[in-house]
């Protein structure tokens, strides 16, 4: 098993320019999500999904786009990315079940200039 | 909805020190709770979990207890490893039923030899 795979895993961007950061999971887990990692901030969760076709916001769901098309994937788009969209992005799955455990990717380090 | 609180560090320890990391929670009800463990250039990783009152969740020499009296579920370990130098994050799900996890902000563990 492959578990949460993240592309790319650094990534520099212009502002104004849009990307997709991929993820990909292999253990046919119901629930994806994305959370953002700034200094000081902890996690924040930007968008998440309980299963194909199902997608809801987070926290911090502006300049952010997701969709589900499948189990396996789930992209975040950016847009027109800005310098505030600066972080290191982690994508994260788990079976449905609030006692269920997250596994999550190795992170995708996004600088916008 | 369900909040936590974690101690803010930094956290620097001498090898073999006694290790406490607090964090506290609101809830309604009883979710259960986690310590999730970053490794520098790592996404993160369940250390431990608890998933009801008075439950002592316990790995790699690590504990937590789940004490419904004071809300808090901190993080010990009786004798700290340069390997354990790393962030520890408290988490909790978002509100009951809730799929969304909600994280601390984290505190960072520096173990010196």
């Not at chain 1, 990315?81 to 982690?90: D, E, H």
Request: proline share 4%; hydrophobic share 35%; aromatic share 10%.
């Amino acid at each position: 098993n492959a578990g949460v795979t993240q592309t790319p895993k650094f990534q520099v961007l212009k502002t104004g320019q849009s990307m997709t950061l991929q993820c990909a999971q292999d253990m046919n887990h119901e629930y994806m999500s994305w959370y953002r990692q700034d200094p000081g901030m902890g996690l924040r969760l930007i968008h998440y999904s309980v299963g194909a076709g199902i997608t809801d916001q987070g926290e911090v769901p502006n300049g952010y786009n997701v969709s589900r098309s499948t189990t396996e994937d789930f992209p975040l788009r950016l847009l027109s990315a800005a310098p505030s969209q600066t972080s290191v992005y982690f994508c994260a799955s788990r079976v449905t079940g609030r006692a269920n455990v997250l596994t999550f990717g190795a992170g995708s380090r996004l600088t916008v200039l | 909805g369900n909040s936590v609180t974690q101690m803010e560090g930094p956290v620097t320890l001498s090898e073999e020190a006694f290790l406490t990391i607090n964090c506290t929670y609101t809830a309604t009800g009883y979710p259960s709770l986690f310590w999730y463990v970053q490794y520098p250039g790592e996404g993160l990783q369940l250390l431990l979990k608890a998933t009801k009152a008075d439950d002592k969740g316990s790995n790699k020499g690590f504990e937590a207890t789940y004490r419904k009296e004071t809300t808090s579920f901190h993080l010990e370990k009786g004798s700290v490893q340069v390997s354990d130098s790393a962030v520890y994050f408290c988490a909790l799900p978002v509100q009951g039923g809730s799929e969304k996890l909600v994280f601390g902000k984290g505190t960072k563990l520096t173990v010196n030899p």
